[in-house]
């Protein structure tokens, strides 16, 4: 089964396309856990809306940021077997993107997946999805484990936390990469694969957008990190 990870916060016009698109998918086999930082305008109350069998929502009595949202996502009743994707709550899915996936896992023994995004201002793929070149070391190489991003939820229960903090605190920016990077490392990048097909739909012009010298500060953060051990 897929448990989907929707993030967010101040989204209120972007969860019905966001959360529409799960339920369009050619793949049913789903559960959705929605983690929505308070916003006060309204967005609590919209996700909300979306409560059922096939969709959890969790409302956070303070802003935890994307990190912290993540973490607390996955955690929430997560089992060995399931694959983990992140879906932003301003994003949306296109129809084949679980099936897609799971034939990836079928195919290549993979532990973690990573793909190609189409940017909804140009209506283009994204030139940074690639996958990263064999042996490359993914600490150090140019970012490219972007969306959709899925992984085997024993790969994550193997990351320690402080892989998600800096002085006691979760990451506030570069969420991505604080998520990312210790676990293709603990999976080996040779089971990490790259989906060549957009199946991601990603919006830039939305509240989640961040001042990019803080990306920067943190990213150089979470590069700085000691490597994780492979464990698999």
């Known amino acids: 089964m897929f448990k989907i990870i929707i993030r967010g916060w101040c989204c209120k016009d972007y969860l019905d396309q966001c959360a529409s698109s799960l ?39 303070k802003r935890l940021g994307l990190t912290h949202n993540i973490v607390k996502g996955v955690s929430c009743g997560s089992l060995p077997g399931q694959i983990i994707g992140i879906l932003d709550a301003d994003d949306w899915l296109y129809p084949t993107a679980l099936a897609t996936v799971r034939e990836l896992y079928r195919r290549k023994d993979c532990l973690i997946t990573y793909g190609s995004f189409i940017l909804d201002e140009t209506g283009e793929k994204s030139r940074i999805c690639k ?45 991505d990469l604080a998520l990312m990077i210790p676990m293709i490392e603990c999976a080996g990048i040779e089971r990490s694969a790259f989906c060549k097909y957009p199946i ?22 979470v590069r700085a990190k000691k490597p994780m051990k492979r464990r698999f």
């Open 23 to 61: 339920y369009k998918q050619t793949e049913q086999d789903w559960h959705a856990v929605m983690v929505i930082d308070p916003s006060g305008d309204g967005t609590e109350t919209k996700a909300l809306g979306f409560q059922s069998d096939k969709i959890s929502v969790l409302i956070n009595d």
């Open 200 to 221: 991601y739909h990603y919006r830039n012009h939305t509240p989640f957008s961040v001042d990019r010298k803080q990306q920067k500060k943190w990213e150089g953060i």
């Open 131 to 175: 996958p990263y070149p064999d042996h490359a070391n993914v600490r150090t190489h140019k970012w490219r484990a972007t969306h959709f991003k899925t992984f085997k939820y024993e790969v994550f229960s193997k990351i320690p936390e402080h892989y998600f903090l800096h002085n006691g605190i979760y990451i506030p920016c570069a969420s």
